[in-house]
């Protein structure tokens, strides 16, 4: 019997067990957020000290971390904090399920006909796409799965939405779309992948943000998806589309996230569409840290994660300041433990409530702000490219994770590449000028060229953060 037909046969018996764990969670979240800050603060806590506890017992890596530390509850402040590249330096350790093996999930990750599919028969796993330098692997277990699948419940308000466009959605038949990177073991495509597995009963289709923009605004067009979600450099790209009657969708509700979602960029998209978009901020680690509520902040699933603004040295930043990082601790995996994990983001806590009355902590997030790149093809024309395609095809042809490109001119791109850890520089970069240009063809741009820069990734002077897709002040960004 095959791995995908010994899934497909518990598929039903799984479905089940998941629903009402998702049935339970969407209750309890509405529960303990009815009861205001102090429900929510008092069940952060409660699930922040069984956490520790568990992983000091099932982790080896937590428990050599924590060694020295007293047995009682401890506050976050206490425990170390944690960063990408040790834990995956650690990988076997940091698990707490011995049979999880990180060559074992490297195999099954290498293959990308088990997108979606479960490893072990009982865990989705994903991985990131390691712009820090450091690619990670993440172990998803099935409390976690509907732990998420009911905050993003909860936080859309599904029953509002249906009954104010019921007719709608059945007339459209409540077509979902997902334009994502789709070739790869992303978080998003993994993860949507699997909703459509484990529902089949959901008309769900998934889009690559690889195909030419032509070639997508036609299948959208032929779609007519009711719920849309993607980039928000996609759906921005969408939405310019839309006003130019060339995309000619009616969705009824947008959903954004995996970068930078700005306030103006936001307007544009509602406007577009007509219908509200929500943003959602998350991570490989955790999929769901916070939701956006129409008043220009961002609301963190304050009973579910823990996030702790802090300066350089880890001490905890004043509200209504920027943080140099963020600590993350995902109260819901306990698979592979992620507590006071060093996320990158740079956020600012809001001081005073919100004015949407949630009882949620607000913040605002400094996230991936990467160029839209727009190139001159042959014929005169304007072809706008997603950074997170041109990325993407770096990544899967070179294995390189810390790079940059720029665009130089109206048909020009350098690639700068840190390969200073590496002996294969050169192999490196034909095989990412090779994709890219094959890419580039694929999107009638065969004229672009494509260069290597002497110099190596330079981060940016303000943030210190590394922008990996980048035009430059001289390309002058065309516009079609």
């Not at 006909?113 to 172990?139: A, F, M, N, Q």
């Not at 306990?334 to 004015?355: F, T």
Request: with cysteine; proline share 6%.
């Amino acid at each position: 019997m095959t791995r995908v037909a010994r899934i497909n046969s518990w598929e039903p018996v799984r479905a089940s067990a998941a629903y009402w764990r998702w049935f339970s969670g969407v209750w309890e979240i509405w529960l303990t957020r009815s009861g205001g800050t102090a429900a929510i603060d008092a069940a952060r806590r409660r699930r922040f000290d069984a956490l520790v506890k568990f992983a000091r017992i099932h982790s080896s890596y937590y428990r050599d971390a924590y060694h020295g530390l007293s047995d009682r509850e401890l506050s976050p402040a206490e425990l170390p904090v944690m960063t990408k590249r040790a834990l995956m330096a650690r990988f076997d350790d940091w698990v707490t399920d011995p049979e999880v093996k990180l060559a074992d999930v490297e195999a099954f990750l290498a293959d990308r006909k088990h997108i979606g599919e479960r490893y072990l028969d009982r865990y989705v796993v994903w991985k990131s796409s390691g712009s820090t330098g450091t690619p990670g692997i993440y172990v998803q277990d099935a409390d976690a799965l509907a732990t998420f699948d009911a905050l993003m419940a909860v936080n859309l308000e599904p029953l509002r939405v249906a009954a104010q466009h019921s007719w709608e959605l059945l007339a459209g038949g409540g077509r979902a779309a997902l334009v994502a990177a789709t070739g790869e073991h992303f978080a998003s495509i993994a993860s949507w992948q699997r909703a459509c597995q484990s529902s089949p009963w959901i008309a769900a289709r998934g889009f690559s943000i690889m195909d030419p923009l032509r070639r997508l605004v036609a299948d959208l067009n032929d779609y007519q998806p009711m719920f849309l979600a993607s980039y928000p450099t996609m759906l921005a790209l969408l939405a310019e589309e839309q006003k130019a009657g060339r995309l000619k969708i009616r969705p009824l509700h947008l959903w954004s996230g995996g970068e930078c979602l700005p306030p103006d960029t936001h307007a544009e998209i509602e406007s577009a569409f007509g219908c509200r978009v929500v943003n959602e901020y998350g991570a490989s680690e955790c999929m769901s840290i916070a939701f956006d509520c129409g008043e220009g902040w961002l609301h963190v699933n304050a009973d579910w994660v823990l996030l702790e603004p802090v300066d350089n040295d880890y001490r905890p930043t004043p509200p209504g300041e920027p943080s140099h990082t963020v600590l993350l601790t995902n109260l819901a995996n306990r698979v592979q433990p992620v507590i006071r994990y060093d996320l990158g983001d740079s956020v600012i806590a809001k001081p005073e409530p919100c004015a949407c009355g949630s009882p949620l902590p607000a913040i605002q997030v400094e996230g991936r702000r990467d160029d839209v790149v727009s190139l001159c093809a042959p014929d005169g024309s304007v072809v706008r490219l997603l950074p997170l395609a041109l990325t993407t095809v770096v990544e899967e042809a070179a294995h390189v994770h810390r790079f940059q490109i720029v665009q130089t001119g109206a048909d020009r791109l350098m690639l700068r590449l840190d390969t200073s850890r590496r002996s294969d520089r050169q192999e490196v970069w034909r095989a990412a000028a090779s994709a890219l240009r094959q890419y580039l063809t694929r999107q009638s741009l065969p004229n672009v060229h494509v260069g290597l820069d002497k110099r190596g990734p330079v981060t940016d002077r303000r943030s210190g953060k590394l922008k990996e897709v980048v035009v430059a002040k001289e390309a002058k960004p065309l516009r079609s």
